[in-house]
């Protein structure tokens, strides 16, 4: 049952920085005027699973390779007891993050390196996560689901952590 909460949870967070949630994982599409959605498809070609600093990745407990979706190529990290983790691509600008579940984010941009970034907290959610602008509408999404209230203080600090270990290796924007 853990697993099944701790991949819908990353899989929400990731698609529209939802929290966790039981059931079956799968992006969330927005069908509202921009049709943002997340996707694979027609995004910048690198290697989603392996851009993330496996340092960061261990001091989480997350030391075993990522889950990939082969259905929406999205790679979760996830262990007992353990915030969960999410990366994938979406195809909407920075600035128009999809938020299907209405949580209401707070966006916070700023810059890692070339790219330019929005730090994404839903802290009621236990979510946070961060954006890094590809291109003007391909978005490549960090995303850190906490695993509890005790642990949700920190999911921002390890979304922040990850994406400045990830950028160097994202495509130049």
């Given at each position: 049952m853990l ?9 929400l ?29 027609a ?50 600008p920075?600035?128009k ?6 949580l ?38 960090i ?16 979304a ?12 130049k924007?």
């Open positions: 697993l099944t909460v701790v991949t819908a949870g990353v899989a967070a990731a698609a529209g920085c939802g929290g966790a949630a039981g059931g079956t994982a799968s992006p969330a599409t927005d069908t509202s005027a921009g049709s943002a959605t997340t996707t694979s498809a995004a910048p070609a690198f290697d989603k699973c392996a851009v993330l600093p496996q340092d960061v990745l261990v001091s989480m407990g997350l030391a075993d390779p990522p889950k990939v979706d082969p259905d929406t190529g999205q790679c979760t990290w996830f262990a007992p007891n353990k915030d969960g983790v999410g990366t994938q691509v979406g195809s909407y920075l600035d993050r999809p938020d299907p579940n209405g209401h984010p707070t966006l916070t941009p700023f810059t890692i390196g070339s790219h330019k970034a929005m730090l994404v907290a839903a802290p009621d959610a236990g979510t946070c996560g961060v954006d890094l602008a590809l291109d003007p509408n391909t978005t490549f999404i995303s850190v689901v906490a695993l509890d209230s005790k642990t949700a203080p920190a999911a921002c600090d390890h922040r952590a990850l994406a400045n270990g990830a950028e160097p290796k994202l495509p924007s």
